[in-house]
């Protein structure tokens, strides 16, 4: 997919569908919040949510007073739908529409979170691309958590074809510098009721 598809797709995703009516979504992230909070990061630290989306996972960071929080998304129509959730709070938030596969970070951050971007990533060029933003992004002693579908997880999603990881095969492909530290398997109840299997791993930048 061109760099242009592939965020003609998912601005038409997020213009024609409602929040509540895609399959990702979640009305609490407590899987992500659960994951974060074993880091233990201190308010003042800095996370970026990576193809956060619509997500609500920033609302909660917000509510905990967290004060350096990143959003970024290639669609400018989730950011602007996440904003206008948050309202007035929307300012405490940096936003940032790009393609994380041609994202030059300019700050670090002590906690990078991904849950189901990477796993659209089916090209290997992509994938290094990412990589090699993350390690840009990422702070020595940093936590990297990824969810991505399991290995008997969906094969497809929103139209396009994904990859499916368990944790060594995420730990492969994100290849030296990186230390496993937890992986747990969750099931997302889409709200149409499918059970989608999900698996998150969570490394230690070294």
Sequence with gaps: MTDANRKAHWENV???KGENEVSWFQQDPAPSLELIDLAQPAPEQAIVDIGGG??????RLVARR???????????????AAKARLGARAGEVQWIVADV???RPTQT??????????HFLTESADKAAYVSCLKAAISPGGRVIIGTFALDGPERCSGLAVIRY?????????????ELID????????????IQKFQFSTFRRE
């Design 101 to 103: 596969t041609k994202w």
């Design 109 to 118: 951050f002590d906690i990078w979170h991904d849950r189901a971007a990477f």
């Design 166 to 178: 368990d944790a060594a095969g995420l730990a492969a492909t994100l290849g030296h510098g990186f």
């Design 54 to 59: 619509a997500s609500r996972l920033v609302d």
């Design 66 to 80: 967290f004060s350096h929080v990143t959003v970024l998304d290639i669609s400018d129509a989730a950011l602007e």
């Design 14 to 16: 997020y213009t024609t």
């Design 183 to 194: 992986t747990r398997r969750h099931e997302h109840t889409t709200p149409s009721g499918v």
